[in-house]
């Protein structure tokens, strides 16, 4: 097929959705980095490495677009045990900030190989469920989970639970996608049932902390419940239209913290308030909607559960962060896709919305099977 008539039958709807909501993203992280002083505001960098990483993330996307998704097949060894090995030096030569090994100084910027994880993880979790003609059965799921407990395990320890909790989902949506047989699916419910409360002997303090914070956020509003509070607080005074681009006191004054990253939402929601919030949820549900298009639109099992697993990838961050943002689940770090300012995070996602942009553009190479 020639390549002309591959670009015509991309998705351009989910390329636009994306850009429009990264460019919403530049404008709240160039508010998250002003300050109010007395002079008046001034900025400081973010959105500019941003934009950078934009323009990273736009050169990853036309790389993956740029060959048959297929041939993805051929590294899903190499790229999975790599994952494994960049996981294990992080926790032995990482840099530690905020109390956790996540980061690789690689000195122009900082390499999470936490990112790259969730990609590998992917395709060889597509490359798997690809290669069954049934649904899975204890000895397929047995082997699957054995496949991603090893770099989940490794992440956990970084300590980031947010992150290994984010492939958790990712991969059961997969799996749910393909179908458990009805005797595993029952049994793996039931006993889910009396193993998730085990789970809580098994965090680390300042995790427990979180949640007991959650429950009741104003028992340390000077500690552990700050952050969650002055989140709050910017949403609610955003009101209904909100007090406008630049407008955000929360964020200029320094009492809303992480809101370049894990709270961008907050900064966003206090300056276009309810209705500006709900424009964002509802670009995000259309660029959901757009991957859901692609996978009733591919021919083959690969592609299919490609953009599902992408699709998850994107679900899971965002109803994370923003639930998280409102206080409706406990805090985890987990950053909102396109909005939330990180490298790592930025270029992940064009590389993912670029397989899903190559799936929509090969639809039609395969014979319905």
């Not at 992917?122 to 899975?136: D, E, G, H, K, P």
């Not at 206090?270 to 298009?293: D, R, T, V």
């Amino acid at each position: 097929m020639h390549n002309s008539r591959y670009f015509s039958n991309c998705n351009w709807t989910l390329l636009m959705l994306a850009i429009l909501i990264f460019a919403m993203g530049i404008l709240n992280l160039y508010s998250a980095g002003s300050l109010r002083i007395e002079e008046g505001v001034t900025t400081i960098f973010y959105y500019k490495k941003q934009l950078i990483w934009g323009v990273v993330g736009l050169l990853a996307l036309l790389f993956f677009m740029a060959f048959d998704y297929r041939h993805l097949k051929n590294i899903v060894w190499p790229l999975y045990w790599t994952t494994v090995s960049l996981l294990i030096t992080v926790l032995i030569l990482g840099t530690n900030i905020c109390g956790a090994t996540r980061w690789i100084n690689l000195g122009l910027f900082y390499f999470q190989p936490t990112e790259l994880a969730k990609l590998s993880i992917l395709i060889v979790t597509a490359y798997f469920l690809s290669n069954l003609s049934q649904n899975l059965r204890w000895k397929e799921l047995g082997k699957l989970i054995f496949l991603v407990a090893i770099p989940v395990f490794f992440i956990m320890i970084q300590p980031d639970l947010g992150s290994g909790m984010n492939i958790l989902l990712l991969v059961g949506g997969m799996v749910l996608y393909k179908g458990l047989d009805s005797r595993v699916f029952w049994t793996v419910f039931i006993s889910s049932l009396f193993i998730l409360p085990q789970s809580w002997f098994f965090l680390k303090d300042y995790q427990k902390k979180r949640i007991l914070t959650f429950l009741n956020p104003e028992s340390d509003p000077l500690g552990a419940g700050y952050n969650l509070l002055q989140s709050k607080i910017a949403i609610g005074s955003g009101g209904l239209w909100g007090k406008g681009f630049l407008g955000s006191t929360q964020s200029q004054l320094r009492f809303l913290p992480e809101k370049h990253t894990d709270f961008v939402f907050a900064v966003f929601g206090e300056e276009w308030g309810f209705i500006g919030s709900l424009l964002l949820i509802s670009l995000f549900c259309l660029l959901l909607n757009q991957f859901i298009n692609v996978i009733k639109g591919s021919k083959d099992d690969f592609g299919k559960f490609l953009v599902t697993g992408i699709f998850f990838y994107f679900f899971w961050q965002v109803v994370i962060n923003i639930s998280m943002v409102l206080g409706l689940i406990p805090i985890v770090g987990l950053p909102l896709p396109l909005l939330s300012y990180g490298g790592s995070s930025t270029v992940m996602s064009f590389c993912l919305l670029g397989i899903a942009l190559n799936v929509s553009m090969r639809r039609y190479v395969f014979k319905q099977s």
